[in-house]
């Protein structure tokens, strides 16, 4: 088992910045990468960004590239989120996930982001 715990959203004007951590622990030997999901009120789950384990690439959806930065910690077992030019349309539920061995699925129990003025 794997267990990821999310921290660091909240309330953000539009235009600012937060930083999610997901900090994962138990048998995190054989993941395969981590990634970061959102999912918004009325609205399907989305893939924000992830980042393989091996070698580091990262992905990121259309809607957040060149303001959201994924990155991880190998020491500390923790990936980041770095959100910037936050819009009203971030607003969501931000799950974090691991996928060990390519079969085993893990997820958060989720952080809230809200961004209004």
């Known amino acids: 088992q794997v267990q990821l715990v999310e921290s660091g959203g909240g309330l953000v004007q539009p235009g600012g910045s937060l930083r999610l951590s997901c900090a994962a622990s138990g048998s995190i030997f054989n993941i395969d990468g981590m990634g970061w999901y959102r999912q918004a009120p009325g609205k399907q789950r989305e893939l924000v960004a992830d980042?393989?384990?091996?070698?580091?690439?990262?992905y990121y959806a259309d809607s957040v590239k060149g303001r959201f930065t994924i990155s991880r910690d190998s020491a500390k077992n923790t990936v980041y989120l770095q959100m910037n030019s936050l819009k009203p349309e971030d607003t969501a539920v931000y799950y974090c996930?691991?996928?060990?061995?390519?079969?085993?699925?893990?997820w958060g129990q989720g952080t809230q982001v809200t961004v209004s003025s």
């Open positions: 996930k691991a996928v060990r061995r390519r079969i085993d699925v893990y």
């Open positions: 980042i393989a384990t091996s070698g580091g690439s990262t």
